[in-house]
């Protein structure tokens, strides 16, 4: 089957893979996130350079994926299996037939975080929020604790911070491009039932100052090759 993108577009996708997954393993390989997946807290500096970096191959992968799906087209969702019992004469589903009274093994690994392939689209609130003043430090009593209002202090590249969420999000995306024909393959469902799983407006992480000129035209173009086969100009 001939692919319907140019040679162009070929080159520019295969260039942000292996992209993405050097940038992936150098920041796995920077955290020492071996053997042990964890790393509870960051110096602000680290945290912020880590966070910028996640954001970028999140958006990257995105594309990628997207890109993927509709090179070989949309997938229908699976249809469930339905069993029907000798005995009973009653549709049951596959995942039924197990028995109720055996008890849940607990599982020993860690879950491995999944990779979101939908951008989050954030809610506009109807109204703006209400206007918080502080009028000075808050009354102390000596038999409570206090609890402590980083608002009062300057942040420093020092400050430690927790990172948690920020890591599973990195082995998300490692995850991601360990299994990519699984995300492909998923994506292609996503796109008959959903709407556009992008947004269109390019990202902020790709018009960051931190990446060369190079790298921001790179990535701008593709963002604008992904929303042109996404919806193409017909007229």
């Known amino acids: ?7 162009a577009v070929h080159s520019l996708t295969r260039f942000w893979w292996d992209a993405a997954d050097y940038l992936a393993s150098v920041a796995q390989k920077r955290l020492g996130l071996w053997p042990v997946p964890a790393k ?3 110096p602000r500096a680290e945290f912020e350079e880590l966070a910028g970096r996640v954001s970028f ?12 799906a ?3 087209g949309p997938l229908p969702p699976p249809t469930a299996t339905v069993r029907v019992e000798p005995d009973t ?23 491995i975080p999944r990779f979101r392939l939908i951008e989050a689209t954030k809610a506009t609130p109807a109204t703006p929020p209400r206007a918080r003043f502080r009028t000075g430090p808050r009354i102390r009593f000596l038999d409570e604790e206090t609890p402590v209002d980083l608002r009062d202090y300057p942040a420093s590249p ?6 948690g969420k920020l890591v599973r999000r990195l082995l998300a995306v490692n995850h991601a491009l360990d299994h990519a024909a699984d995300y492909v393959a998923r994506m292609r469902q996503i796109m008959v039932s959903a709407g556009p799983v992008l947004k269109r407006a390019v990202p902020p992480v790709f018009k960051t100052r931190k990446l060369r000129h190079l790298q921001q035209d790179s990535a701008c173009q593709l963002h604008a090759a992904t929303w042109d086969f996404l919806s193409p100009d017909t007229s």
Do not use: Q, V, Y
Not at 1 to 7: A, G, H, Y
Not at 57 to 68: H, S, T
């Open 1 to 7: 089957m001939k692919s319907p993108f140019p040679l």
């Open 40 to 42: 509870p807290f960051l």
């Open 57 to 68: 191959l999140e958006a990257i992968l995105r594309r990628l994926f997207c890109l993927a």
């Open 70 to 72: 509709l090179e070989l």
């Open 89 to 111: 004469a009653k549709p049951t589903s596959r995942a039924g037939t197990a028995h109720a009274s055996e008890p849940a093994r607990p599982s020993t690994r860690r879950a």
């Open 158 to 163: 020092t400050d430690i911070l927790p990172a």
